[in-house]
């Protein structure tokens, strides 16, 4: 796990991409965006519950909130949950603990996990995992490097 030193230095590192709007780095993703590229179209209508994971410039959190879904937020940063503190509830990563379990139908990641340690995307997994109703969705999509290799998904397995 990442020491408290670390953490607190990640921390401080994404309050000024807060504070600052550094559009860089944090996404400002349509909802429309998200359903596609998560796949999430036909389960739209059976959701109720979602812990929206990275916060970014809150867009995709407000768009939850406009379709009638109840929504909570995981962020490291106080200042991406303020962004949203109107329409949703916030967890900050480093009290994950307090996030009710059995309870969010779907759980939503987007460029996230890349930011973060092995360790600490571990725990956030664990408690994200915890925290889904026995049928809820986990959906998580991270960034890699453009030349980083393909996995050979589309291989004909007949092969």
């Known amino acids: 796990m ?3 030193n670390e953490i607190e230095s990640l921390g401080k590192f994404w309050e000024n991409c807060h504070q600052n709007s550094i559009g860089t780095l944090l996404t400002g993703s349509t909802l429309k965006e998200l359903v596609e590229l998560h796949n999430l179209a036909e389960i739209i209508p059976q959701i109720k519950t979602v812990l929206n994971i990275g916060v970014g410039f809150g867009i995709c959190t407000r768009s939850w909130v406009d379709i009638g879904k ?3 937020v995981l962020d490291i940063s106080k200042i991406a949950i303020d962004k949203v503190k109107d329409v949703a509830r916030g967890y900050l990563s480093s009290n994950k603990a307090e996030i009710p379990s059995n309870y969010f139908d779907l759980a939503i ?3 996230v996990s890349q930011h973060i340690s092995n360790a600490e995307l571990q725990d956030q997994i664990t408690n994200v ?3 889904l109703k026995p049928d809820g969705i986990f959906s998580l999509h991270n960034a ?3 030349s980083s290799p393909v996995p050979p998904y589309s291989q004909d397995l007949n092969d």
Do not use: F, G
Request: aromatic share 0%; proline share 7%; charged share 20%.
């Open 2 to 4: 990442a020491t408290k």
């Open 129 to 131: 995992v915890r925290s």
């Open 70 to 72: 109840e929504v909570s």
């Open 144 to 146: 890699t490097h453009p």
């Open 109 to 111: 990641s987007h460029l």
